[in-house]
């Protein structure tokens, strides 16, 4: 089986600066020339924000999305998770709103 390589443009003004790549079969990030494993929530948040592109994503929808039915009560369980994936993605802007919820901005 091939893994799936999902690049997100970091630099929107320079498509050759990707800021990561997803590896979609072995659940990885590929960051600045390491690869980074990523927990199944950290991976399944990455790769909905991904497909948002760069739109704030409520944690509800977030929630959602990775748990599915209405993700009640996983609110404090995604927000550590989205922490995490802030400090494994240094040089990508993963950035929180509040309660608002999460956006992953290139640019």
Known sequence: MQSEILDL???ANDPEAACFSLDTH???AHIEGRSVR???TEFRVLQYLIAKGGEL???TELSSHVWGDDGAGAHV???VAVRRLQKKLPSCAL???G???VVLAAG
């Open 77 to 79: 369980t995604l927000k």
């Open 38 to 40: 990523l927990s199944v």
């Open 95 to 97: 950035r929180t709103s």
């Open 57 to 59: 994503v409520s944690w």
């Open 26 to 28: 072995n659940r990885a």
């Open 9 to 11: 443009t970091y630099a």
């Open 99 to 101: 309660d608002l919820g």
